[in-house]
């Protein structure tokens, strides 16, 4: 079976840059952190502090599980630049287009866990942690 490509994803970085997933991919390998909820923030956290640590290229993606107008979600990004470091506020992208895409492609769950992909520049699905929370062995396993 073929692995999945992530679907058009559009958002906007708490820089205010606007994005298109997968075309905004970079030419190497990246993680892809993705929360659906507020309560997943710990876990995502734990994966960003992880994946930081070990050298590995990610993005963090709060995803709407519904489409939304693209500053639908402005005063969300708003506290997250009050606790986020201006220098990772492009590592930061809001996902307002595509979350339900995501969902019904990868048939997750929405939960209070990080949904993790490794992706290539095209989007592609190299690796994938969508169930339970952030561990060692996980993050062995996604980063190979």
């Not at 906007?12 to 892809?32: E, F, I, K, M, Y």
């Not at 693209?70 to 992208?93: F, K, L, S, T």
Request: aromatic share 6%; charged share 20%.
């Amino acid at each position: 079976m073929d692995s999945p490509v992530l679907p058009a994803l559009e958002g906007t970085t708490l820089s205010g840059q606007s994005v298109l997933l997968p075309r905004d991919l970079p030419a190497h390998p990246l993680v892809l952190v993705i929360g659906f909820t507020h309560g997943s923030r710990q876990d995502v956290g734990a994966w960003k502090a992880a994946l930081g640590a070990q050298g590995v290229a990610y993005l963090s993606l709060p995803t709407s599980a519904v489409d939304l107008a693209a500053d639908a979600m402005g005063e969300v990004a708003q506290a997250m630049r009050a606790r986020v470091p201006r220098e990772g506020w492009d590592q930061v992208v809001q996902i307002h287009q595509g979350g339900e895409s995501l969902l019904r492609i990868f048939g997750w769950e929405i939960d209070v866990f990080a949904k993790v992909v490794r992706v290539d520049k095209d989007g592609k699905v190299l690796a994938c942690h969508n169930r339970g929370p952030f561990t060692k062995e996980a993050l062995a396993a996604l980063i190979g």
